[in-house]
């Protein structure tokens, strides 16, 4: 267990659809990052919420978006849906980017979602 | 951040130690060496840290080279429930820029009984 949790477990959506994600970050956490990750890969950074700011981004379009709440928890919403955004979406939370290269990360379980 | 190279998949016999080997041959003297694992349909789970010096805690230890260039994660003891994807991941300390990790594919460890 590492209290971070996400919402909901499983999710199927119909192509060009809308969807949001959710996930309560760890106390004590005031970071969260999202990750996706395909069928048999590892998983993809996508973006940082830090303050409720985006801190970092990484190759993604802008229909991916998200928000970063005061109580630190976060939401990623996905636009436009593809088949290709079929995956699982990790959430994890830390203790700021200020000290990133020293502390570790906690992940959720994730969100499985379906594109069909 | 440096890019890592580990072997695809690894075996190991229950009981016995399992040597996980990375290759971070153009990491900087800012770049800290992650271990996460990630067990299969979970999230993925944070296992050991270090810089330069060779750390230990309750699940693994963590012997980087001294050139920096390589590191091994070794599993004392493998159990079944060790069997997993271990990722190793090097990045710069104190960062502004977001907490990215760049995972890779990693090595996928199958302990047997």
């Known amino acids: 267990e590492t209290g971070v949790t996400q919402s909901p477990t499983h999710l199927i959506k119909t192509r060009g659809q809308q969807v949001t994600l959710r996930c309560s970050s760890q106390?004590?956490?005031?970071?969260v990052s999202w990750y996706q990750q395909a069928l048999g890969q590892g998983p993809q950074f996508i973006f940082q919420y830090y303050r409720e700011e985006e801190n970092g981004r990484g190759n993604f379009p802008p229909r991916f978006s998200g928000l970063q709440f005061p109580n630190y928890s976060s939401e990623l919403n996905v636009n436009a849906l593809e088949l290709d955004d079929s995956a699982l979406y990790l959430c994890?939370?830390?203790?700021?980017?200020?000290?990133?290269?020293?502390?570790?990360?906690?992940f959720g379980q994730g969100t499985r979602l379906t594109v069909v | 951040d440096a890019k890592t190279t580990q072997p695809t998949s690894m075996d190991c016999a229950e009981g016995r130690a399992a040597n996980l080997p990375c290759n971070h041959s153009?990491?900087?003297?800012?770049?800290?060496v992650y271990w996460y694992r990630q067990i299969h349909s979970q999230g993925p789970q944070y296992i050991i840290h270090g810089l330069k010096n060779n750390e230990t805690n309750e699940m693994a230890s963590l012997i980087i080279t001294e050139d920096r260039k390589s590191s091994t994660l070794i599993l004392p003891h493998a159990t079944l429930r060790d069997t997993a994807v271990y990722y190793c991941i090097v990045r710069v300390a104190g960062s502004n820029s977001g907490y990215a990790l760049n995972f890779g594919k990693g090595t996928s460890l199958l302990v047997t009984p």
């Open positions: 153009t990491i900087s003297g800012n770049e800290y």
């Open positions: 106390s004590g956490h005031n970071t």
């Open positions: 994890a939370s830390s203790s700021g980017p200020g000290t990133g290269g020293r502390t570790e990360a906690f």
